[in-house]
């Protein structure tokens, strides 16, 4: 399913996208086609608020967004992520 919606991540190396491939392993999520790698918290939450992508960004970033039902959390079955992601 995650391969229909481009997926906004951290860089190869920072913590968030450690914990983003830990996500997508337990998944089972294959290579993703579209796959978008930027730090810039301004462009990850320009293209969640305006597209349907998949963000991986630390929970705290968005929570207001969340409340506002601007942006919606995916469920996850399971927890022990290295940092909480929405």
Do not use: C, Y
Not at 31 to 58: C, M, Q, R, Y
């Amino acid at each position: 399913m995650l391969a229909r919606f481009p997926v906004v991540v951290s860089p190869f190396g920072t913590l968030i996208r450690q914990s983003a491939e830990n996500v997508l392993t337990t998944f089972g999520a294959q290579a993703l086609s579209s796959l978008i790698e930027t730090l810039s918290v301004s462009l990850g939450h320009a293209l969640a608020l305006h597209n349907d992508v998949v963000w991986f960004v630390p929970s705290s970033v968005v929570e207001h967004d969340i409340a506002l039902k601007l942006l919606a959390r995916l469920p996850m079955p399971f927890v022990g992520a290295d940092e909480p992601i929405a």
